[in-house]
């Protein structure tokens, strides 16, 4: 089966992006010869998506660290701009360290001594509206601890500056009330100063931040001998004359060679946060040159590491055991009884009762993943077992505007495919085409997505016509924050008691 999206050219080379998904605000931390991987998961659930690689190109997605998000009231529904924000990982003293910033509750932490848990219980490091993208720091040399946060206007009316404290070595408290290390309102053009990575290097503090917005900016870098400054700041990567819009925040990590490498995220649109591996190299003058020059790199020589398999994180799943893989995430906190076990391959979904099965956008019991690539197909098999009239289940591009086909059963007792849309500001979906009769209730469904998410939606109902075209092309669009998303469902009308279940299978993802 080919991948929608490889990074390996096989030749001694890469291509950007490396992850050609939306893994929103990476970071990135070197234990031994592996790397390990996190970013932004925001409102889905799990959180703090885990990434392996031993070559900083193929990369697969070995779990999550977060099993749930909390206060659990605040997520028992969709919520795509709260939650996990840009979160950093570091080792120290044996164990993993991840903190992140919930940017309506404050600054979070975890740990494990192994990457697959299990996890520490959430610690909140410093409460309040508006902490976002932290980042700990243990100094080797003088065995200090710091931490390092931006802010987010939206909660707390400020943004454009960094925040350090000291911090306690064990990593659950901040030993003062904070001081302005960076404030980017007094530097020349600056602005929208964010997602702070703060490191120790030959003698300096270092933290390596962007500014200018995910669209437009540039990765910043700044150093001082004191962690309270003052410091001196240097654009050290911007689109120049190459396509890649704003290279944003990520994290710089040096292989067992010596080599220096940075990661880092590009926005766009409908597909999300994009993953691109830049070289780094210092300077005469000690500073650091990332890309080419200051540019990114399109194509690249390899890091120097051992020979790897060709990987990417997976997208076709075939549900073995009725289970789903880890690429999956709900839009919320999961409840029980929204999957139903059994002894077989394939996904059963239960038919949830809901009042706002007429907007996707509302419900907690969709399985989402990213999307795999700018141009795939994916396809997938599904069967309605519901006899509830109103229950369907389906296929859905899911953003702040949405695009589903699958199954609905009728008032008749009959299964009909629909295939059905939102825009942006409606409230309620609308037909995309008129429905037809599935007389076996199953179908199997087909969205074929082209350059600028574009995406055409078909099926096969088994009548013997193979696959049509349904509808008129539906552009995906993101939400605020994450990109648009593949996702799974199964519905029924409010009610009392059991409504049937939906089963799901062979979910293919192709290029």
Known sequence: MSRPWTADAGDGTYRNPVLNADWSDPDVVRVGDDYYLTASSFGRVPGLPLLHSRDLVNWTLIGHALDRLEPAADFSVPRNDCGVWAPSIRYRGGRFWIFWGDPDHGIQQIHAESIRGPWSTPHLVKAGKGLIDPCPLWDEETGEAYLVHAWAKSRSGVKNRITGHRMSPDGRELLDEGTTLIDADRIPGWFTLEGPKLHRHDGEFWIFAPAGGV?????????????????????????????????????????????DWFLHFQERGAYGRVVHLQPMRWGADGWPVLGDEGEPVSVHPKPAAPAQPVEAPAAGDAFPGGRYGRQWQWTANPRPGWT????????????????????????????????PAEAFTVEVDVALGSEEPGAKAGLVVLGDAFSWIGLERDEDDGVRLVHRYA?????????????????????????????????????????GDGFRPSGLPFAATPWRWVGALLGLFATAPSGTGPAGTAGFTRFRATA
């Open 215 to 259: 669209e437009t900016g540039w990765q910043g870098a700044f150093r001082s001998r004191d962690f309270f400054g003052p410091y001196e700041e240097r654009v050290v990567l911007a689109r120049g004359s190459t396509t890649v819009n704003g290279p944003h925040q990520g994290g710089w990590v040096r292989t067992p060679a010596g080599e």
């Open 340 to 371: 139903v076990e059994h002894a077989g391959d394939g996904l059963r979904l239960a038919c949830v009762r809901t009042a706002y099965a007429h907007d996707l956008r509302a419900l907690p019991n969709v399985l989402v993943q990213r999307l």
């Open 423 to 463: 825009e942006a500001v409606a409230e309620h979906e609308r037909d995309a085409e008129h429905s037809r009769p599935a007389p076996e209730g199953r179908a199997r469904l087909r969205i074929e997505v082209t350059q600028g998410a574009r995406c055409r939606f078909s099926a096969d109902t088994g009548d």
